[in-house]
């Protein structure tokens, strides 16, 4: 309803504004990274409406990715996924909104590329699944264990967007 609409984005007042900090883990791998691609994969994320909290660009570690990839460890193509997550730069953000963390994986599309739709990331830029360009959390676990693993506390920014009234973020 409209009156639900306005609640939820605040639209009365800003003390109506439900807790709707959701966060998600958004990484471009270095294949998106040496293609030049993370301006075009931000920008869609910011015309989304969704707020960036954190950004940095940082060298893998294979401790790190051991432990962001720790559900595939045992899999036949972990040491190849590790040569490539490792090979070169990956720019990583943290982005805030309501329903982020599901919203960005429509966005990012199927981790298959060959089954992602057109409009999404990987549906868009990539066509094979070792090289599919972008990580986006799958779970509210999942994005808080990897928001953890990746940044720092003092590294997340808590600001408020001029806009947040009309992008409900
Ligand atoms: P997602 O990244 O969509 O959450 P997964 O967690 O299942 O998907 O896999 C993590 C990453 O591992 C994928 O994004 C992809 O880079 C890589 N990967 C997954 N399956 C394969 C595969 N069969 N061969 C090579 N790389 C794979």
Redesign the pocket.
Known sequence: SRSATALLCGLRSKSSLPDVREQTLIAV?PDGVHRRLVGQIMQRFEQRGFKLVGLKMLQVSEDLLAQH?C??RTKP?YP??QD?MTSGPVVAMVWEGHNVIQTSRIMVGH?NPAEAQAGTVRGDFSIH??R?VV??S?SREGAEREIQLWFQGKELLNWESCDQTFTCE
Do not use: C, E, R, W
């Open positions: 791998k990839y559900h595939l193509f190849s996924l490539y981790t699944v070792s599919n990580h986006a799958d």
